[in-house]
Antibody, heavy 123, light 110 residues
Framework: QVQLVESGGGVVQPGRSLRVSCAASGFTFNKYGMHWVRQAPGKGLEWVAFISNDGNNKYYGDSVEGRFTISRDNSKNTLYLQMNSLTTEDTAVYFC????????????????WGHGTLVTVSS | QSVLTQPPSASGTPGQKVIISCSGSSSNIEPNPINWFQQVPGTAPKLLIYNINLRPSGVPDRFSGSKSGTSASLAISGLQSEDEGQYYCASWDDSLDAWVFGGGTKLTVL
């Protein structure tokens, strides 16, 4: 079955950088796009970014555009999120989610999710 | 403030039917399909309904979705205690060029 395991979260100071990862198994990773979605403590879900199956197409939410970079290594079945210039507003659990498609489509389903990794931005 | 609007809470007794609403606009719900997710506290969200009214395998047919204009609804019939949790709607927004979520509805089974 599909398994997504996030890692790399932790406490980081404002203005610093952090990279979180998502190890995928149970499906053919290079055939599916992937999302990052985050959830601030006690808050709802916020879409962060999407990457196509081949890594050539990337899309970002307004709040992270220019600061975060989504990437993937299909040889390692791993998804990444490089987060720069972090602020306290970025404190959240970061989930990776599998797309139902190779590319960004408006009828995607986010059909499997990892359990998330907590990123805390604090001085 | 979330782009999609959901009531913060809903409740029902075992066996009852509960409906959770999700209100959007002409740039998100109206032109695009909608998904619903269930999240039990401390766990990952789980896809419940996709493309307005389709269920992934393993999701009971007690869960159903519908859409009309700029609003959508999730109906849960034969309410069970294990249905307690947070429910989120989501849709693509053509104006924002982004996926948008509702603020979530906390369902309590009395």
């Amino acid at each position: 079955q599909v398994q997504l395991v996030e890692s790399g979260g932790g406490v980081v100071q404002p203005g610093r950088s952090l990279r979180v990862s998502c190890a995928a198994s149970g499906f053919t990773f290079n055939k599916y796009g992937m999302h990052w979605v985050r959830q601030a403590p006690g808050k709802g879900l916020e879409w962060v970014a999407f990457i196509s199956n081949d890594g050539n197409n990337k899309y970002y939410g307004d709040s992270v555009e220019g600061r975060f970079t989504i990437s993937r290594d299909n040889s390692k079945n791993t998804l990444y999120l490089q987060m720069n210039s972090l602020t306290t507003e970025d404190t959240a659990v970061y989930f990776c989610a599998k797309s139902s498609f190779m590319i960004l489509v408006t009828h995607d389903a986010f059909d499997d999710w990892g359990h998330g990794t907590l990123v805390t931005v604090s001085s | 403030q979330s782009v999609l609007t959901q009531p913060p809470s809903a409740s029902g007794t075992p066996g009852q039917k509960v409906i959770i609403s999700c209100s959007g606009s002409s740039s998100n719900i109206e032109p695009n399909p909608i998904n619903w997710f269930q999240q039990v506290p401390g766990t990952a969200p789980k896809l419940l309904i996709y493309n307005i009214n389709l269920r992934p395998s393993g999701v009971p047919d007690r869960f159903s979705g519908s859409k009309s204009g700029t609003s959508a609804s999730l109906a849960i019939s034969g309410l069970q205690s294990e249905d307690e949790g947070q429910y989120y709607c989501a849709s693509w927004d053509d104006s924002l060029d982004a996926w948008v979520f509702g603020g979530g509805t906390k369902l309590t089974v009395l």
